[in-house]
């Protein structure tokens, strides 16, 4: 009897080279396509309205191409997690209980993410330039699967009320108010991602140069050529584009090998997936190994104004703007409001950024939301940070004529172009003509952006001087340099290495799907697409670092102690007594809890990266998991100062 | 144990074998009882200052629970010289503050050992005046070092002034031996100044107090005649004067080593003042190696007065446009010139004023360019001028102009070869 099989869709939302629904497909008697929609999430206060309509628009394509097929989309309202538990390692445990065979096949990314970081000795590279050097020494990537008569006999049952059991639900069935709504900027779904692709390639065709267009004004508007959101919810596949590329430069040049300047988009994606695939606390500061431990200012009324387009940085504002109403934003936009909200003037927290960002970006994907705002911070990628972004000059550089800001910002449409950028040096009468006070129509800057890059150029030298131990004067310095070409810095240590530390392979390698024999009845088919997110990975126990190991001691000797209640309560007698150190240690314990479980983990995650190649950002890591030590002292005082305060 | 700080090889070895030779002492009186817990016990003093100073406060709090005489060994006053006070606010900063505990137990018992203290504050007023607090407490200390430092907004600035005054000059006037003081973006005023010169002019050494708007020229021309044996200064520019350069080049005062300056312009169009040839002369002749670093946060229109003669700058930083003119002064008059960094610059390429740099200033030996442009020839012409002598380069890719001899491909190998090593430009995340 031939098996009935499922297909869940994730994250790749086609059925363009899809391995995963071919192998359902294949052999079996009747197939399921399923999605699972989980409108708890949805609606509320019309968040995110734009990933939304995207996303069900997505639904609806696929629905729309299977019904073509003759089959449905199964959509089942409620979360997976209440279906299955979490994690794909346990939802395959479950399948194979109740007989049935769980297929994973990878189609998310270009390159199997493990065989890169296996390549790089076991850690995924850090910087952008080490990864290209990684993948041009790696087989290119599989070729698309090709899907002529996917369905070939097998048939999809469907019910006479399918369509209210399991149809795609509209934007109003989910509660968001859709009154006023513009029509989708960036329409969802498979077949517009199809023509977008052949539209592109038409243009790099026509254009004939390959290397990466020059910035104009033009760049910032949302072009019916571009791709990233179809590649975010896998209505476009990444190698499809990767061949198709890879062809028309063939046929165009008439030189057989591109250069990887060539997928620039791709392979930043793929880079940042890379960093993320054994990072669980990849989009956090706390606990994240490879990001650098910077004191931001924690400042809802700021952060709200960045938010909500209203800095009084018209460049700033008109970006933000777009964003919220299109769901897109060219990626200099994005580095200037990430500059902006983060190093540059404001000085809050990435993170932040980030939740905004994948608020309201449709091609927020985890890892490379997360890894780009790190990098735009400055927070790891071992980037210099002299440069900020003028919330003035950037733009001005740009759209010398601001247009781009009279579209998002009508109500400076009557400023000339002398002053768009900063409309607060107007004259009054520029003001009165333009029907627009500053103070009045359109806020003041909310911060003086020479006096806030001045103090915040000079807290990240601070920082990095103190994680790099530089002592000297220069700026650039500051910063561990990567000018060696492995890209990391520091010459390889091959003594150093850990083979057994290796974090061992979470996503379910391809080879089992070989499994050829099908006895079960049902098939549960799903695409390994899901992004690495911070559940489903399993941190495995690392080596301690010198210190930790001594920390360690101390706490189990102090435990050792307290398993029988008595050492407990002889140090809180000692405490009433002469010495108060056992109490204030024993308060110190108690209330900094949450700091030690932060300061273990970190030095698990930095004991992880000593050995590797980079050991100095092992140092680093190491002075970050000791800023809260006394063993600190400033770097800007002279040498010998230092040495004086020394026990010799 | 000089290297304390830094866990590198050298210093690590050293220092092992001096813990070999006293462990090798200490465990003689162990041997008769034999079992481990009495070793541990017997861990002689040294041993555990050793041991404690490379763990974090938390860690020795642990530790000091284990025993007396580890508790003992927590309170030594080795180990409380230096203190960096974590003063934030919840509703204000991401990360912990010290533990108001400690504080006390280290006003209590520990102040007078306190030599190399910093306050870091957040951007709430609370933390700065909970800094203020802590100083005003520590009457029988003798600092060395002081440093307060806003980490996020300048707080200390929120304060009422007289209210940080009274604190700083208690530290002033009971430390009497200061060497180092970093008090950027602080309300200290002349007075306060005054009564650091009165308590202190022997031992200081370092005094950092950029935008310290309460202080004018006359306040810190009292400091550099009095304090000989200052070596670093930091100030705005606005205090920067030819009698100030004097002072410190005067016969009694010993060899400047660096002097910050930042440049920054409160409101559009301001006018700045300028400073004499002969003045920075007699700065370079007193004190012939010392840098000059110079931050710029000015309007390409207010540069009018800056590098029209020569001026014995070593770091220079222009954190907001620069004109092509300006650059092309600063290749002119710039000899002592070792470090540029331009953040941006105009829509034309810099090709004539990059290569005037590497041609005369011969100590350039780092650059950096954010939005800039240059094309790839002169940017390879520069390289090779100045050759492997740069050993900071670091240029956006944006910045490189493909031109009909080099394109973006290309220019990473020729630059390679000039500075014989691996070199790429600065890339951008482009998603």
């Known amino acids: ?648 | 144990m000089k290297r304390r700080l830094s866990r590198d090889k050298d210093g690590g070895s050293s220092s092992c074998v001096e813990l070999m030779e006293v462990c090798k002492r200490a465990r003689c009186p162990s041997e008769n009882s034999g079992d481990l817990p009495s070793d541990w016990a017997w861990l002689p003093q040294e041993i555990l200052l050793c041991i404690f100073q490379y763990l974090p406060l938390l860690d020795r709090a642990f530790a000091a629970q284990v025993c007396h005489g580890w508790n003992q060994a927590f309170h030594m006053p080795e180990l409380w010289r230096c203190f960096e006070f974590e003063l934030t606010q919840p509703a204000s900063s991401y990360l912990k503050a010290t533990h108001p505990d400690l504080i006390k137990q280290i006003i209590k018992k520990h102040s007078n050992h306190l030599q190399y203290v910093s306050f870091k504050v957040d951007s709430s007023t609370e933390s700065a005046e909970a800094a203020c607090d802590i100083l005003s407490q520590l009457v029988n200390c003798s600092l060395k070092t002081l440093g307060l430092i806003s980490t996020a907004r300048p707080s200390f600035m929120e304060l009422p002034k007289s209210h940080f005054i009274s604190a700083l000059t208690v530290v002033f006037v009971n430390s009497k031996s200061l060497s180092s003081l970093k008090i950027d973006d602080t309300p200290v005023d002349d007075p306060s100044l005054k009564v650091l010169v009165a308590n202190n002019s022997d031992t200081l050494k370092l005094l950092k107090m950029s935008s310290c708007p309460h202080v004018s020229p006359a306040g810190i021309l009292c400091v550099a005649d009095q304090c000989h044996g200052l070596r670093e200064l930091a100030l705005n520019y606005h205090l920067l004067s030819d009698e100030l350069l004097i002072a410190l080049s005067s016969e009694k005062h010993v060899h400047l080593e660096h002097l910050r300056i930042d440049v920054v312009s409160e409101n559009p169009g301001q006018q700045f003042h300028s400073i004499k040839k002969s003045s920075w002369d007699a700065m370079v002749r007193h004190s012939p190696k010392f840098n000059l670093v110079m931050y710029f946060f000015l309007y390409e229109d207010e540069f009018g007065p800056f590098f029209r003669e020569e001026i014995p700058v070593t770091h220079l930083y222009f954190g907001r446009s620069v004109s092509k003119d300006v650059l092309g002064r600063v290749g002119m008059n710039c000899p002592r010139l070792v470090e540029l960094v331009v953040c941006a610059n105009g829509l034309r390429p810099l090709d004539e004023e990059l290569i005037r740099i590497a041609e005369r200033c011969k100590h350039l030996s780092a650059i950096g360019l954010g939005e800039c442009e240059v094309s790839c020839s002169a940017f390879v012409e520069f390289v090779k001028m100045c050759g492997r002598r740069l050993s900071q380069l670091s240029i956006m890719e944006e910045v490189l102009i493909p031109d009909h001899k080099y394109g973006l491909d290309e220019i990473h190998w020729e630059v390679s070869k000039h500075l014989g090593r691996v070199w790429f430009p600065d890339m951008m995340p482009t998603w």
């Open chain 1, 1 to 648: 009897m031939a098996p009935n099989s499922i297909h869940w869709f994730r994250r790749g939302l086609r059925l363009h080279d899809n391995p995963a629904l071919q192998e359902a497909v294949r052999g079996a008697g009747t197939v399921r396509c399923v999605y699972f929609l989980d409108p708890w999430f949805a609606g509320s206060s019309n968040l995110g309205v734009n990933r939304w309509r995207f996303l069900l628009q997505c639904l609806d394509d696929l629905d729309s191409n299977l019904r073509k097929l003759n089959s449905r989309l199964f959509v089942i309202r409620g979360q997976p997690a209440n279906v299955f538990p979490p994690g794909d390692a346990a939802i395959k445990k479950l399948a194979m209980e109740a007989g049935v065979e769980v297929i994973v096949k990878i189609s998310h990314t270009l390159y199997n993410l493990d065989k890169i970081i296996e390549l790089n000795g076991g850690q995924p590279p850090l910087t952008y330039k080490r990864f290209q050097t990684l993948i041009s020494r790696m087989d290119p990537p599989e070729m698309p699967v090709v899907s002529s008569a996917l369905m070939g006999c097998c048939v999809t049952p469907i019910s006479e009320d399918h369509g209210d059991k399991y149809g795609v639900p509209s934007l109003e069935e989910l509660g968001f108010d859709t009154e006023g709504l513009p029509s989708a900027v960036w329409p969802g779904g498979e077949t517009e991602a199809l023509t977008r692709i052949e539209r592109h390639l038409e243009r790099k065709a026509w254009v004939a140069n390959f290397e990466r267009p020059r910035m104009n004004a033009n760049s910032l508007l949302a072009s019916p050529t571009g791709l990233s959101p179809y590649l975010r919810f896998g209505c476009l596949s990444c190698r499809l584009f990767y061949f198709k590329l890879t062809d028309l430069y063939r046929k165009v040049k008439k030189t057989s090998k591109p250069p990887l300047s060539l997928y620039g988009q791709l392979l930043w994606r793929e880079f940042f997936y890379t960093a993320a695939t054994t990072n669980p606390r990849f989009d956090k500061m706390e606990g994240n190994p490879i990001c650098v431990r910077i004191p931001w200012d924690r400042n809802p009324e700021a952060l709200a104004k960045w938010a909500e387009a209203k800095t009084g940085f018209p460049w700033i504002d008109a970006i933000m703007t777009q964003l919220r109403q299109e769901g897109w934003i060219h990626h200099l936009a994005r580095h200037a409001v990430a500059c902006f909200l983060t190093r540059g003037d404001l000085w809050i927290s990435w993170e932040e950024g980030m939740k905004v960002f994948e608020e309201l970006l449709l091609d927020a994907d985890w890892s490379v939301n997360a890894g780009s705002w790190m990098w735009l911070s400055c927070s790891s990628f071992f980037q210099q940070f002299f440069h900020c972004y003028c919330p003035v000059g950037f733009g001005r550089r740009t759209d010398p004529n601001g247009d781009f800001i009279r579209r998002y910002l009508p109500v400076l449409r009557g400023f000339p172009a002398k002053y768009i950028y900063d409309p607060w040096n107007a004259p009054d009468t520029v003001q009165a003509a333009a029907k627009c006070i500053i103070g009045v129509h359109y806020p003041k800057p909310m911060v003086n952006h020479a006096e806030a890059s001045r103090l915040n150029i000079e807290r990240m030298k601070q920082i990095y001087q103190q994680l790099s131990r530089y002592r000297g004067l220069g700026l650039l310095a500051s910063v561990p340099s990567t000018h060696n070409g492995n890209g990391n810095g520091i010459a390889y240590s091959p003594g150093e290495q850990q083979p057994g530390t290796n974090t061992p392979a979470t996503t379910v390698s391809s080879s089992t799907v070989a499994s050829g024999n099908r006895t079960g009845s049902i098939l549960l088919n799903f695409d390994n697409e899901e992004n690495q997110g911070p559940s489903g990975i399993q941190q495995q126990q690392q080596r301690l670092g010198k210190t930790l190991i001594c920390v360690s001691l101390f706490r189990l000797l102090h435990k050792g102690g307290s398993v029988t209640g008595k050492r407990d309560r002889e140090s809180e007698r000692d405490a009433e007594g002469e010495d108060d150190t056992l109490s204030t240690a024993h308060k110190l314990q108690r209330q900094i809890a949450e700091i030690t479980s932060v300061h273990a983990a970190s030095g698990n995650q930095s004991a992880m990266v000593i050995g590797y190649q980079i050991h100095i950002y092992a140092n680093f890591m190491d002075t970050v998991n000791h800023y809260k030590s006394d063993l600190f002292f400033p770097v800007y005082f002279p040498t010998d100062e230092l040495d004086e305060g020394h026990i010799s």
